[in-house]
């Protein structure tokens, strides 16, 4: 599958060829680096100084080259698709090789920043649990009542909230039991064709 | 156990044949235990004809009375010497003695049972369901393939009877940790029950 680049996304990347490689491979790195944590505009006029140019053009041109970075991650493009793509912008081929090793070596972080992008529902983080035996209440004595109470921690988008519970050794059992069926599933062949053919 | 003087008056006008007679003392007797453990159990439990021809104030006081005592009973977790101990206190015969605490045994079960399921707790789980899918893309994320689960706890609340759930999320690996954890905890129950 071809990426496919805009006339104005094109304009942006023009810029690439007009810089030194090692230029090239530093604004790969603050490109990831904007990823991670957030864009830094002062970033961009440090480099306009430097390169003598505005740092409009800077900016358009780490952008373009994040965006080429996203979309190629996010599609998971082999490398020959890859190539082809960037082929149409002219460039050297030092510099498509130099884009090609940026894909490469950055698109499993971009792919898990990517995937917290996704809807998410809180997810399992920790469980810890502590078994108890209630001797008496307010309104029956001598009693023999075991339970156990466990605290869920789950996460949700950053966050970390807990729950806690308290269940029977009954029902304790019991989802144990319904848990580990769960988890026999993925092992079936049914599930198993399914990862096999959908790829 | 403190059992007030009101209580008392109840018993001793209870144990009187001629305020109660046989067929009464049993009807009451009966009608306490049911409007304590009987769910359905409505107002009239008292309106039988039999005890038509009893001061309702009268009633009321002994059914009061019984009612508190069983409850007390119960509670404490009497035995048959220390009920019919009391009972003896309120001129019970032998027999009306008897009758108490043979209805108050066929009667104990439920009633340990009713009295052990009132108080707080945390919110208890009663159930699990799950669902395993298999993530193929998102909007921002092409070609996932991987497998995840959703699992859901139906949760229980004793104070507001309310039945929240609770869902999350989780890969293989973390389904594995929580099974792992869930299992240590029935373990180490295990172990507890053979000590």
């Known amino acids: 599958m071809l990426l496919e680049l805009s006339e104005e996304h094109k304009e942006h990347l023009a810029f690439l060829p007009q810089v030194d490689s090692a230029v090239v491979a530093e604004f790969g790195r603050i490109a990831v680096e904007f990823l991670r944590r957030g864009a830094n505009p002062k970033i961009y006029e440090g480099a306009a100084r430097k390169l003598n140019v505005s740092s409009d053009t800077v900016q358009h041109g780490v952008e373009g080259l994040t965006y080429l970075l996203t979309e190629s991650s996010k599609l998971m493009i082999s490398e020959l698709d890859f190539q082809d793509s960037v082929f149409v912008l002219g460039f050297s081929e030092e510099l498509n090789k130099l884009l090609l090793q940026l894909y490469l070596d950055n698109r499993k972080e971009i792919r898990t920043i990517l995937s917290e992008l996704a809807p998410s529902l809180p997810s399992y983080h920790n469980l810890e649990w502590r078994l108890d035996v209630q001797l008496a209440s307010r309104s029956l004595r001598q009693q023999i009542k075991p339970a156990v109470t466990i605290k869920l921690h789950l996460s949700q988008n950053g966050d970390h909230n807990t729950k806690v519970l308290q269940t029977d050794p009954a029902t304790l059992l019991h989802l144990v039991q319904q848990l580990e069926q769960a988890l026999e599933e993925m092992k079936t062949n049914h599930c198993r064709r399914v990862v096999r053919n959908i790829k | 156990m403190e059992l007030s003087e009101s209580v008392q008056k109840g018993f001793q006008m209870l144990a009187d044949p001629g305020s109660f ?95 052990g399921s009132i108080g707080r707790s945390l919110p208890h789980i009663t159930d699990v369901s799950w669902r395993l899918e298999y993530q193929i893309k998102t909007n921002q994320l092409h070609k996932m393939y991987r497998p995840a689960y959703l699992v859901t706890l139906n949760v229980q609340n004793t104070d507001s009877q309310s039945y929240p759930e609770i869902s999350f999320s989780c890969s293989m690996e973390q389904l594995q940790d929580l099974v792992g954890k869930l299992k240590d905890a029935s373990k180490s129950l295990e172990r507890a029950t053979q000590l």
């Open chain 2, 21 to 115: 007679d046989s067929n009464a003392f049993t009807l009451l007797l009966r009608a306490a235990f049911q409007s304590l453990l009987d769910a359905q159990a409505d107002e009239a439990v008292l309106d039988h004809p039999d005890l038509k021809h009893i001061d309702p104030v009268v009633l009321k006081h002994c059914h009061a009375a019984a009612a508190t005592y069983i409850l007390e009973a119960g509670k404490h977790r009497a035995d048959k010497s220390t009920l019919s101990t009391y009972l003896e206190d309120c001129k019970f015969d032998r027999e009306r003695i008897e009758q108490f605490c043979t209805e108050y045994q066929n009667n104990k079960n439920s009633l340990e049972t009713l009295l």
